[in-house]
Structure formats: structure tokens, C-alpha cells
């Protein structure tokens, strides 16, 4: 275990049928981490995600109808700000986070205390990551780094660590995969920085469930709208028919 786990940061996973995953992958993770700094969202899950959590002493709060990722990790952000977090870093359920790469965030968080976002950066090689991720993830990094008009280096990791003075500052729409775009416009918007670092990449299953092409159409259209709420809130703050608070879109 990480010796003197600090009590205000939080290990947030959203899960969706991922009971055999998640029972591979929570050992390694209670090696690191205390059991009770860790929070699993089941999203409507049909297999026993709940006997996993029970087993390992784990907290699991619960959808009772799918509302995607996004969805879940606002669940477990509102609860786990409640007791207390100060940094929440997300991991994916699936295993392909290493754990050996939580200290990086840690470190990362305590040597930039005033960020917003840390985010996992993957190699994208071919023979490492699969094609079709590295063409998607190109695309739409590429595409937030001009929207937000800072270098995002891997929009798509999920693997992250976010400062809850940021989440306490940003209303976030958006329920599915869109969501964790939409967190990075935002802590632009609103100053905070967003930094990255170095973590593995690992794929255990190559196949995916995402449809490339029409999800990133619809990831688009979320960014640019975004995007445009952002820039019409800040013109009517200057134009003094904003409220002047930011998080009201």
C-alpha cells in the first residue's frame, strides 16, 4: 500500500457489466490504495458488481438505469466531495490503468496544487495501441487542443485526477463519453490548468464498443457546442448581461 495515503484524495471507477474485470483488477488496486478511499459507480450493471465491492469492502453507489459514463462519474464526484475529497482520480474498470502509475498523479496534484486537471498521457504507437484508438484519439485531441487553445495530449484517457475546486466550479451537461471533453473546455474557460503525465498504455481486449466515426461526429457536435455557450457567456458577462457567475450557462 502507498504508505501515508493522504485522506482527501479518492479513487473513482464507473463500471457497466465489468464484474470479471473489475474482480481481476481490484487486488492490485487494494495493494495501493485503502478500501475505503475507493468508489465504485454501478451504472445499471446485470452481473454482480455489488458482490465484488462487498467483497473488498468497497463503496458502490448505484444507477438504476444506464445513464453512461459521464453520469457515473458525476455520481461519484457529488459523493465523494461530500466526504471530503480534495483530488478524485478516475481509473476505467476494464484494468488497462496500471496502479503502479497512482503515485504519478499524486505527485503531479501535490507539485501543482492550483490545477484543475491531470489527465494520463498513452503512447500512441501502432503495435502498442490499437489503430483505430490512435486515429480517433489524434483527431479529437487535435480538435480540443484548437477549441481550448492549449495542447491536449490525450483527450480519450480516462485515467485522471481532478482537483474538486474545479468540479465545485463547473456545471457539467453532458451524460456519456462526451463529458470528459467537456471538463477540459471548462477548466480552460474557467483558468485552471490542465496538465498531463506519462502513464502505460495497456490493452488487455482490443475490440471496442465505441462506433468510431458516428461517436465522433457526435463528439463534435458536443465540442463545438460547448464551445459556443463559453464564448456567448463571456461576451455577455463583459457586456454586463451576465449574472457573473460562469457556472450558469
Known amino acids: 500500500m502507498i504508505s501515508n495515503w493522504p485522506d482527501n484524495i479518492y479513487i473513482l471507477i464507473p463500471a457497466y457489466n465489468t464484474s470479471n474485470l473489475l474482480e481481476k483488477f481490484i487486488p492490485a488496486l487494494i495493494d495501493k490504495v485503502p478500501s475505503e478511499r475507493i468508489c465504485i459507480v454501478n451504472d445499471a450493471s446485470e452481473d454482480n458488481i455489488h458482490n465484488v465491492c462487498e467483497k473488498w469492502n468497497i463503496t458502490c453507489l448505484d444507477h438504476h438505469e444506464n445513464m453512461g459514463k459521464g453520469a457515473a462519474l458525476k ?3 457529488e459523493h465523494l466531495i461530500e ?6 482520480i478516475t481509473m476505467d474498470a476494464d484494468g488497462q ?3 503502479e502509475d497512482i503515485p504519478k498523479f ?10 484543475g486537471i491531470i489527465i494520463g498521457a498513452r503512447s500512441m504507437r501502432i503495435g502498442i495501441m490499437p489503430v483505430m484508438r ?5 483527431i479529437t485531441s487535435s480538435i480540443l487542443s484548437i477549441f481550448s487553445g492549449t495542447r491536449i495530449k490525450d483527450s480519450q484517457c480516462g485515467y485522471r485526477i481532478y482537483s474538486t475546486d474545479l468540479l465545485k466550479r463547473i456545471n457539467l451537461e453532458y451524460s456519456r463519453f462526451q463529458m470528459e471533453s467537456e471538463v477540459i473546455l471548462k477548466a480552460v474557460f474557467y483558468d485552471f490548468m490542465v496538465l498531463f503525465t506519462d502513464v502505460q498504455t495497456l490493452y488487455f481486449n482490443k475490440q471496442s464498443h465505441i462506433s468510431h466515426f458516428k461517436d465522433t461526429l457526435r463528439w463534435i457536435a458536443a465540442v463545438v457546442r460547448i464551445w459556443f455557450q463559453l464564448v456567448s457567456s463571456s461576451r455577455n458577462n463583459k457586456k454586463g448581461d451576465f449574472s457573473g457567475n ?3 450557462y
Do not use: Y
Open 75 to 77: 455520481t461519484g464526484f
Open 83 to 88: 466526504k471530503g475529497a480534495r483530488w478524485i
Open 97 to 99: 490503468h496500471a496502479v
Open 106 to 115: 499524486i505527485d503531479a496534484a501535490q507539485k501543482n496544487p492550483s490545477s
Open 134 to 138: 490512435i486515429c480517433s484519439n489524434k
Open 246 to 248: 460562469k457556472n450558469e
